[in-house]
């Protein structure tokens, strides 16, 4: 999965905004650093209409250069009546386009118009409900004058008195000004947060900015994006080779997909197996893009090596850094061995490349260090080709579906580029990983069978340093245990415990204890994220 601690190299955005965008309307989006930015994109994105996000401190020759149609201020965690907390940049205003403000973007772009804002009396969190006092282009259609609204608030701070210009249009118990707007300058404002699904209007109410009050076409589609980038990557390599490490997963495969539609033999792909993947993984990867797509495919089967290497290995960074570098140094190797490349392609995702502002202002700590299959390092001296870079993960599964990927690929759970090595705690041993794929197998076909594979975010088993004793027939067991783990996320950045019926989990665990030798008890991790982490190691 995408992650922003990864040390993958980013590259540099696109020349120019245009491009980026396909000649497609564009809404520029300033992050103040809540936790929800990226939603505002994804609602975007939605309704067709191409976004970026942006830290607040965005040159005004930058904001300029980019062209949107609209911007939108995001929320974020600090106060507008704190001596540095953050503003929106001077171009905002000046450009004289549509202006949306949420939460912190709402209370900055009052204060600095000329309005008021009060610190800490009326904190709201949750669930909260507006009454809509007046009409504006921003609820038209959706909220009617003198209706009650369900809304997520997130806020301590609240404006108390409007700029000039300014009307309310709706209020909370919390909040006099929930909704303001501005007709004239096309200027609006909400309290709450839109952006998320608490808010079941939401989206409407974005799709107004955007579509009525900034007049986007909304036709950013996949079938555009497909096309658009298709030429990009055209003109981007020419008659150059690419080189492409594949993992199974499915941003490197679309990514794979796409290039290869691109330029065809041009591409090639390696494969670099460490004996790590799940069951029947690599047998399915070779099927798919070697005789489906017919996509040119390095094999290597380095398991011995990988497997030799986490010998006596328990500590979780070693190993995740001993796969790290072994994983670059095979593939070094196998590109060497095909005469080298001038490109080298890679499904990083637009979460890697966004610039967040973190909450605290600092650098984040580093929970676990990242190894993302594909992702190599620069002194590799290829050009890079990221054709996902302005992607969403659901945007690059509807773009997979739209080049007619199977679904067991384009709809497969993330998976981890250290693979089941992290879901080892203690010494990996092949045999292990044997034990393990075969658990993990059991448990991934009853919640197929239950159809529950889409609505859970990764599912997987863990294969527990302890043993512990059993009785079988009329036997004594002394044997390991196993941990399933499985949790709904948007991100993976935190996730919620999948509720299973016991039923459910009985069945599972009675499968693994009678099929899987080696394995005589089996545990349900109930930790959400925060404070647990998805993956164990
Ligand atoms: P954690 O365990 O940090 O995982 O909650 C969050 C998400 O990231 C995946 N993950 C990785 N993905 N390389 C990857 O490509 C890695 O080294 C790695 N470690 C964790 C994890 O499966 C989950 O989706």
Known sequence: MADPTATTPVTPAPASAQEAAGGHDRILILDFGSQVTQLIARRLRESGVYCEIWPFTASDDRIRDFQPRGIILS?????????????????????????????????????????????????????????????????????????????????????????????????????????????????????????????????????????????????????????????????????????????????????????????????????????????????QVLATFRDRFNIKLVHRDASDLFLGALKGVTDPEVKRKTIGRLFIEVFEEEQAKIGGADFLAQGTLYPDVIESVSATGGPSVTIKSHHNVGGLPENMRMKLVEPLRELFKDEVRALGRELGMPEAIVGRHPFPGPGLAIRIPGEVTREKVQILQQADLVFLEEIRNAGLYDAIWQAFAVLLPVRTVGVMGDGRTYDQACALRAVTSTDGMTADVYPFEIAFLSRVANRIVNEVRGINRVAYDVTSKPPGTIEWE
């Open 75 to 283: 929320g974020g965690p600090a106060s507008v009546n704190e001596g540095e907390s953050p503003r929106a940049p001077q171009a905002v205003f000046d450009l004289k386009l549509p202006v949306l403000g949420i939460c912190y973007g709402q209370q900055t772009m009052c204060a600095q118009l000329g309005g008021l804002v009060e610190s800490g009396h009326h904190r709201e969190f949750g669930r909260a409900f507006v009454e809509i006092t007046d009409g504006c282009a921003l609820t038209q259609g959706v909220w009617e004058k003198g209706a009650r609204e369900q809304v997520w608030m997130s806020h301590g701070d609240r404006v108390t008195r409007l700029p000039e210009g300014f009307r309310p249009v709706g209020v909370s118990e919390g909040a006099p000004l929930a909704i303001i707007a501005d007709d004239s300058r096309h200027y609006y404002g909400v309290q709450f947060h839109p952006e998320v699904v608490h808010t079941p209007h939401g989206a409407a109410l974005l799709r107004n900015f955007t579509h009525a009050v900034c007049g986007c076409k909304g036709d950013w589609t996949m079938g555009a994006f497909r096309a658009e980038e298709i030429a990009r990557i055209r003109a981007q390599v020419g008659a150059g080779r690419v080189i492409c490490g594949l993992s199974g997963g499915v941003d490197s495969s679309v990514a794979a997909v796409l290039i290869h539609e691109a330029i065809g033999d041009q591409l090639t792909c390696i494969y670099v197996d460490h004996g790590l993947m799940r069951a029947g993984e690599t047998e």
